[in-house]
């Protein structure tokens, strides 16, 4: 499966952005797909997952209600809509797969990843 993640870019805080996650060569309809962000001098860090039908999805705390995952498997795609953008949300975004039955937060569990695209939030 390759992965690969758009739509980052700058915005002021309060802001919001949409992020997209396409995969190809494989279907991800039945993956679990999360979202994951490294920010600068920091280890990366868990955002969200969401299960194969969108039954189940996990958020961090640090973005639960300001950010909302979903997925289209006919498209072979899973979208981060991002609301009230922080400062402190600056990172670099990666999408990932994982074969898990369930959203998992631990990227260790995730076999695939996208190549991360950069989200800015000036204060």
């Known amino acids: 499966v390759q992965l690969q993640a758009s739509g980052g870019g700058l915005v002021q805080a309060g802001g919001s952005l949409g992020l997209s996650c396409t995969a190809s060569?494989?279907?991800?309809?039945?993956?679990?797909m999360g979202w994951f962000r490294r920010a600068p001098g920091k280890e990366r860090e868990f955002v969200t997952a969401i299960d194969w039908s969108g039954g189940s999805i996990y958020y961090a705390d640090s973005v639960k209600g300001r950010f909302t995952i979903s997925r289209d498997n006919a498209k072979n795609t899973v979208y981060l809509q991002m609301l009230g953008l922080k400062p402190e949300d600056t990172a670099v975004y990666y999408c990932?797969?994982?074969?898990?039955?369930?959203?998992?937060?631990?990227?260790?569990?995730?076999?695939?990843w996208g190549q991360g695209t950069q989200v800015t939030v000036s204060s």
């Open positions: 990932a797969a994982s074969a898990f039955n369930m959203p998992t937060t631990r990227s260790e569990n995730y076999a695939y």
């Open positions: 060569g494989r279907s991800i309809s039945r993956f679990v």
